[in-house]
C-alpha cells in the first residue's frame, strides 16, 4: 500500500497550491480518502474528506470557500485544491485512506504560506 502526496511548497499568502495523493495497492474507489494537516507541537487536523464515489465532501470552517477536495477513482488520486492561502495554512499536509478497519497515511507534503 502506498499513498504519496505531491504538490507542496512555498507560496506568499493570497496564493494557491494543488496537492496530489496517489494511491497504490488497495481499491482506492472503495475508501473515503481525507487530507489532514500537522504542525510542530500539535496534533494532525482533518482538513477536508471526502466519500468514496465523490458524492459528498466535507471541510474544517478554516477553510471552507478556500480549499476543494476531489479525487478521480480512474486515476487513484486525490487532490486538494488550495487558494486563498494564508500564514495559518503552513503545515505539513497528509493524505489519509480510510475504510472499515483499514487506515493508510502518506508521508506527509510540506506547504509553508509566507511572504
Known amino acids: 500500500v502506498q499513498l504519496v502526496e505531491s504538490g507542496g511548497g512555498l507560496v506568499q499568502p493570497g496564493g494557491s497550491l494543488r496537492l496530489s495523493c496517489a494511491a497504490s495497492?488497495?481499491?482506492?474507489?472503495?475508501?473515503?480518502m481525507s487530507w489532514y494537516r500537522q504542525t510542530p507541537g500539535k496534533g494532525r487536523e482533518l482538513v477536508a474528506g471526502?466519500?468514496?464515489?465523490?458524492?459528498?465532501?466535507d471541510y474544517v470552517d478554516s477553510v471552507k470557500g478556500r480549499f476543494t477536495i476531489s479525487r478521480d477513482n480512474a486515476k487513484n488520486t486525490v487532490y486538494l485544491q488550495m487558494n486563498s492561502l494564508k500564514p495559518g495554512d503552513t503545515a505539513v499536509y497528509y493524505c489519509?485512506?480510510?475504510?472499515?478497519?483499514?487506515?493508510?497515511w502518506g508521508q506527509g507534503t510540506q506547504v509553508t504560506v509566507s511572504s
Open positions: 471526502i466519500t468514496s464515489a465523490g458524492s459528498s465532501t
Open positions: 495497492g488497495f481499491t482506492f474507489s472503495l475508501y473515503r
Open positions: 489519509n485512506a480510510r475504510r472499515t478497519w483499514s487506515d493508510y
